[in-house]
Nanobody, 123 residues
Framework: VQLGESGGGLVQAGGSLRLSCAAS????????MGWVRQAPGKEREFVAA????????YYADSVKGRFTISRDNAKNTVYLQMNSMKPEDTAVYYC?????????????????WGQGTQVTVSS
């Protein structure tokens, strides 16, 4: 499975961005999907996850109520809508796929990763 993120960029605090992650080369609906971010000098941080069907979602406390993860299995794409953004949301955002057959949600490991997209929030 190949994953490719898009939609990153520069936004002012309080603004919004929507990230997209397009999947190819596998059965997209077999995978739970997640977004993970990494800020400079910090460890990778879980952001949000969604089940293979889209029926359940899970968020980090730091983004709950501001970010929304969704997916369109017909388009093999997962999205992250980010609202009320803060400077501390600045990071490289990665989408990742976790095989749903493990039966674990939210996933504790991911099988495939995208290359990442930079998100910068100015104050």
């Amino acid at each position: 499975v190949q994953l490719g993120e898009s939609g990153g960029g520069l936004v002012q605090a309080g603004g919004s961005l929507r990230l997209s992650c397009a999947a190819s080369g596998g059965t997209f609906s077999s995978y739970h999907m997640g977004w993970v971010r990494q800020a400079p000098g910090k460890e990778r941080e879980f952001v949000a996850a969604i089940t293979w069907s889209g029926g359940r979602t899970y968020y980090a406390d730091s983004v709950k109520g501001r970010f929304t993860i969704s997916r369109d299995n017909a388009k093999n794409t997962v999205y992250l809508q980010m609202n009320s953004m803060k400077p501390e949301d600045t990071a490289v955002y990665y989408c990742a796929a976790s095989y749903s057959g493990r039966g674990t949600f939210p996933p504790n490991e991911y099988d495939y990763w995208g290359q990442g997209t930079q998100v910068t929030v100015s104050s």
